[in-house]
């Protein structure tokens, strides 16, 4: 049967209490985040992760993502970051940007069908942030049926979720309301996949070389007998290509195989 806790003000013990032995048991809990609340499980119990896919009706193939207590636990979970990544979560974190790294081969953990990576977030939630260091890192999406608005309370959580979740953490109405941005850093430059309650603006004023899809080159579509851009005469300019803001998806309704569903 489902307990909820009240997840506020300060007498949390049980609250922690109870989170902490459900998590420790392989069961599920519902938290809040600064975005979205959210579905938790063990990162490392494949068991766990699996019911937590269950709960949401989410096939393997849409890997959760992992929320960590700390900035310093990047390294312990993710190889190979780049510099441009490491500014990004020192500026953005605890806050809504999750991060797609190359995870640490090591880790003795089964996601899903994630490619040899782990998309990471700290939430700028500071009882979730306490409630993970007692945990250790967990797995966590957005806690709703899969198709459905993520849940903004405790209350629609559980109207959706039911008996799958062993203990609701009831934090009140969250203020964020909008999933994180998510930014893939696993390669030469940083790509945003989804654009969330960050906006490219705002990652670009930290690492300018932060790009969209939208800024791949495009196939050139003038009339076969016109020059093509690179065989312009030095005096003719060049047209520049406008780019195209990214598309804000949510978690439940991508079709990128890059894009992790988030908080």
């Not at 609250?15 to 069961?27: H, K, P, S």
């Not at 990471?120 to 049926?145: F, Q």
Request: charged fraction near 30%; include cysteine; charge should be negative.
């Amino acid at each position: 049967m489902s307990e909820r806790f009240d997840f506020t003000g300060d007498e949390l013990a049980p609250a922690y209490r109870a989170a902490v032995d459900a998590i420790e048991a392989g069961d599920l809990v519902v938290l809040p985040t600064d975005t979205v609340y959210g579905i938790a499980a063990d990162a490392f119990k494949a068991d766990a992760v699996q019911r937590l896919l269950d709960a949401k009706g989410r096939g393997r193939d849409m890997p959760p993502p992992v929320l960590i207590s700390v900035v310093e636990s990047l390294d312990a979970l993710a190889t190979d970051v780049p510099d441009n990544g490491r500014k990004l979560a020192q500026e953005f974190w605890p806050g809504p940007l999750t991060l797609i790294c190359h995870a640490q081969t090591s880790l003795m953990w089964d996601l899903g069908e994630t490619q040899g990576t782990v998309a990471l977030r700290v939430p700028d939630h500071e009882n979730t942030r306490e409630l993970l260091s007692r945990t250790g890192p967990l797995a966590v999406s957005s806690a709703n049926k899969s198709g459905q608005p993520a849940a903004l309370d405790v209350y629609d959580a559980e109207e959706q979720l039911a008996e799958s979740v062993a203990v609701y953490l009831d934090g009140g109405q969250v203020t964020g309301g909008e999933p994180s941005t998510i930014v893939d850093i696993t390669g030469d430059t940083p790509r945003v996949v989804r654009v969330g309650a960050l906006s490219l603006e705002q990652l670009r004023a930290v690492v300018p070389e932060v790009s969209t899809e939208d800024d791949e080159p495009k196939q050139d579509e003038t009339k076969s007998d016109e020059p093509k851009p690179d065989e312009a005469k030095p005096d003719e300019t060049k047209p520049t290509e406008e780019p195209v803001a990214a598309s804000n998806q949510d978690d439940e309704n991508t079709t990128d195989p890059n894009v992790r569903p988030a908080d």
